[in-house]
């Protein structure tokens, strides 16, 4: 984003600030209006009754401060603004946008600010206004491998910055946004390739979505955190606690499921079989009719064949179930393992037939780059990314925001 774009666009956000302040004032209003009829009722009601209602709603209470706390409006700070010209770029209007948007961007800037550190800013001084040199590109070769990028990454885009800088002389703020392009262009080439730019459960099919990983990276809590974003979005959901290895990982589950509102089929008895779970599971799915059935796998590391055989009988199980079934293996990847990371990536896209991944743990790590280096060197897109503990914080992968808050300049 040049300098120019910021000057115009923070207007912009005054603008979309000043309006969503209006929006919670008039839902404020509403909200006191509402709780003062709710009081009114409860008055005439029986004292057993009123006493009875109290106890409802305190633990309603409880599950929202917990779960679905609502998102207030904060100061217009340079979250705000930074959060609100993103969204601008994108080509939203200042009506559109939403509290959610903002308070999701701020989140995802800030996680990525231990991978920015030394790397931006570093960045920034060398460059400057002053125009690229081969010098300058030597240091942000090392920078990028510093942030894990990968080797791969790194090569693509110095080389393309190497080309662009023999055909012309180019300045410090073009170099910025060419190399927020070709970073862009690494993450997007596998989305583009798999045909589907944003993942979501298909209309009329039951969709199954395999949710792969070592254990430690945070397999089961992302599921339930996918859990609880596919039922705010109106998708019929179910979970199926196939993880019967690792204990305590179905109560582990039963609680996401309790905090997603999300049922959770699943086999108490000792090393059940993952496969008999996951044929129950199809079986609730269909008769519920369910758009979108999640499936928590075993912790499979490459050197245990057993764990990989277990995967391809559930496999089979679906394929003999549901046929028609619309099947997506997602691995979940934490950010903070960097290079490690990407080795698992290498080694479950030879074995368990990958169609994405989900990057974790982006907050307080420094190597958020390795993003960069699943889409390049594995060739798996990326189709969601977490930045903190909550349940709303897991959202649909969008290439721009990333890139833009990886190399936020401030």
Known sequence: MTNNESDSSREWASQAYALLKQKQELKKQEEQVKAEELKAEQLKAEESKIEQLKVEV????????????????????????????????????????????????????????ETRKGFVSELLDKLGDDPLTPESLDDLETLLIRADVGIDSTDKVIHA?????????????EGIKFLKDELRAIIEKPIKNSGTNILVPQKGKLNVWLIVGVNGV????TLGKLAYLSSKSN????????????????????????RSKVDVISNQSKNADPAAVVFDAINAANKRKSDLLLVDTAGRLQNKNNLMDE???????????????????????????????????????????????????????????????VSAEVNLPIRFIGAGEGIKDLRPFNSFEFVEALLADR
């Open 235 to 258: 998708y019929k959901t179910l979970i199926a606690a196939a993880d019967t290895f690792r204990a305590a990982a179905v109560e582990q589950l039963q609680v996401w499921g309790d």
């Open 311 to 373: 995967l391809s009988k559930i496999k089979k199980i679906i394929d003999k179930k549901v046929p028609d079934a619309i099947i997506e293996s997602l691995l979940v990847l934490d950010a903070s393992q960097g290079q490690n990371g990407l080795k698992q990536a290498k080694s479950f896209a030879k074995s368990a037939n990958l169609s994405g991944a989900i990057i974790t743990k982006l907050d307080g790590t420094s190597r958020g780059g390795v993003s960069l280096a």
């Open 58 to 113: 305190n633990k309603q209470n409880c599950s929202n401060l917990q779960d679905d706390t609502e998102v207030k409006l904060g100061d217009f700070d340079d979250d705000f603004t930074w959060s609100a010209m993103v969204l601008a770029a994108q080509g939203k209007k200042v009506n559109q946008i939403s509290i959610d948007e903002i308070d999701w961007l701020s989140k995802l800037r800030r996680g990525l600010e």
């Open 218 to 221: 945070g397999k089961t809590t």
């Open 161 to 173: 910055l190497r080309k662009k800088l023999n055909e012309e002389v180019v300045g410090g703020e």
